[in-house]
């Protein structure tokens, strides 16, 4: 069997090259029409037809989401799910590089369905919208998306290549507030200020920054802060994150900052009217077995994981992949498009997705994500080793904790 298998991840990896001018060409494709959550109607379409064209059967708008797609070859267990993001940031397009990601998705599906009919089992590529806040993970998995899914693996770009970034689970809530409008000057006493409460409870916030755990963010935008200086603001509205280290630490803080949004209405009596946007990103349970296996794969690609290497600081964001890590045996790999010193959401590192750096990992992340899949497809043990980690993982979540509740 290893012997086969090494043979197979030969083959995967000659596909892989086979289709590099291809997959390079998506990826230049998606860099260059940047399109926002849940409107990426060019890049599902391309990536859908792409995969049509290697042999994959594919549902369009899967899932009820008019930009997601499930893509599926070979047949029954295990199933592996590759997962392609191709959504961009406002005003800063491919900043986040998820063009690599989907055309790495997409080239290791091409790879594994030379090969899937003679390892057995199944390949998913599955079309995750609106990964930049809209959670288009979270509600494909609510329509089962992630039912009979042995692994779920993705390769994100960053400045260096890690096992993973530090995920952090993430809430956004809108806060408004609703007082009375007067005439600034000639009635202020007739008037109930919005904007008072906002800055109170946005101050109040900032003192809370102070006694807060290193892993935890809480940041914000005001939206609107009243539509003239000499009318008492009847209205005000601001957008927040909270992050923390866990999905129940993160609602140990929520807690707190809604004390901050109490007070403001407090303090002036206003209305308080807060509403959770979109879903919440649960943090993230990287599958050890899978992470080595990932490891070792992209070590003979010549690349090796940089975490525990010193100077190698930890990337820290949020993600829905880390909602699909707490369902099934999930890792979510960093791979080097750029240098080290260049930040995710950066005009600079929207520049590095596009240039040469970026297509080899492309090629790379395609090749060492086809690889561990076959690893998957073909090692029971390590399938079996992977539920345990899960299990264990699963086991170590104390209490319960509702993540679609609302503050
Ligand atoms: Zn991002
Ligand atoms: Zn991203």
Not at 35 to 43: D, G, I, T
Request: proline letters at 5%; aromatic letters at 4%.
């Amino acid at each position: 069997m290893a012997n086969a298998l090494n043979h197979w991840k030969d083959v995967v990896c000659r596909t892989v090259e086979a289709q590099r001018a291809a997959l390079i060409e998506l990826s230049g494709r998606i860099h260059r029409c940047p399109e926002l959550k849940f409107v990426e109607h060019r890049a599902a379409a391309w990536l859908a037809e792409y995969l049509e064209g290697v042999g994959f059967t594919v549902d369009r708008q899967a899932y009820g989401l008019p930009t997601a797609f499930a893509a599926r070859i070979g047949n029954g267990a295990p199933q592996v799910a590759l997962l392609c993001e191709y959504d961009a940031l406002p005003g800063i397009g491919h900043a986040c590089g998820h063009n690599i990601i989907a055309a790495a998705g997409a080239g290791a599906g091409a790879a594994l369905a030379a090969v899937v009919g003679a390892t057995g089992g199944s390949v998913v590529v599955l079309g995750t919208p609106a990964e930049e806040g809209g959670g288009g993970k979270v509600l494909m998995a609510r329509q089962g998306a992630f039912q009979n899914v042995a692994a779920a693996l993705m390769v994100h770009p960053a400045g260096r290549d890690l096992a993973g970034m530090h995920v952090l689970a993430l809430s956004q809530v809108e806060a408004e507030y609703r007082g009375r409008a007067a005439h600034a000057s000639a009635a202020p006493h007739h008037g109930i200020n919005a904007l008072d409460a906002l800055v109170t409870a946005y101050n109040g916030i900032a003192q809370l920054r102070q006694h807060i755990h290193p892993t935890e963010r809480i940041h914000g935008i005001i939206t609107d802060g009243g539509q003239a200086p000499n009318i008492v603001p009847e209205r005000a509205a601001g957008i927040f994150c909270i992050r923390s280290a866990t999905e129940l630490a993160l609602a140990e803080l929520k807690k707190r900052v809604l004390a901050c949004f109490k007070a403001g209405a407090l303090a002036t009596g206003t209305e308080l009217h807060l509403r959770t946007l979109g879903e919440d990103y649960a943090d993230m349970w990287t599958n050890q077995p899978l992470i080595e296996t990932y490891a070792a794969n992209l070590q003979r690609l010549g690349r090796q994981l940089a975490n525990g290497t010193p100077g190698a600081t930890a990337i820290v964001g949020s993600t829905d992949m880390g909602n699909v890590s707490k369902l099934v045996p999930a890792i979510h790999p960093m791979i080097a498009v750029a240098p080290p010193n260049v930040p995710l959401h950066s005009v600079e590192f929207a520049h590095w997705a596009g240039t040469q750096a970026g297509h080899r990992s492309v090629i790379d992340g395609a090749k060492a994500l086809a690889m561990t899949a076959l690893d998957v497809l073909c090692t029971p043990a390590l399938v079996a080793a992977m539920e345990e980690a899960f299990a264990r993982s699963a086991g170590s979540r104390v209490g319960c904790h509702d993540p679609t509740a609302v503050l």
